[in-house]
């Protein structure tokens, strides 16, 4: 069971991301006020703060399941270790820093979003990839 967890959170992270860039996509310039709301208020909205307590929890379970796992394969390595650094640069560089959030919230027009949202969607292969060889 161990050893699925890990695939299972690649599999949730392919989803989620595929869901939201479909969203952000088919919102346009609209989404702007989704990510205004989530990143740049004094208090994040509720369904902000249950999506990330959830997919900690996710992230804590797939990771006691690579470290309980037989062996540890590259892809496991990169979900458990490698993308969660990059998570956490990414949340010192735009989630806590106000200009960072100023940077985001500035996005504006239906094109920009769009593009934003085709950048998103290439991560969905390589979450798949890793799900699978994880």
Not at 47 to 60: D, Q, S, T
Not at 67 to 81: F, H, Q, S
């Amino acid at each position: 069971m161990e050893t699925m967890l890990p695939k299972v959170f690649a599999l949730v992270l392919a989803a989620a991301v595929l869901a939201t860039s479909v969203l952000i996509y088919a919102l346009g310039g609209r989404f702007q006020a989704v990510e205004a709301k989530a990143y740049s208020g004094a208090r994040r909205p509720w369904w902000f703060v249950l999506g990330l307590v959830a997919f900690a929890a996710l992230y804590l379970a797939a990771l006691a399941g690579f470290v309980l796992a037989p062996e540890r394969t590259w892809a496991g390595w990169t979900l458990m270790v490698v993308i969660p650094v990059g998570a956490a640069l990414k949340a010192g560089l735009v989630i806590l820093n106000p200009k960072g959030r100023a940077a985001v919230v500035a996005i504006e027009g239906d094109r920009a979003w769009r593009r934003v949202a085709l950048t998103r969607a290439v991560l969905v292969p390589v979450f798949l990839v890793l799900a699978y060889f994880a």
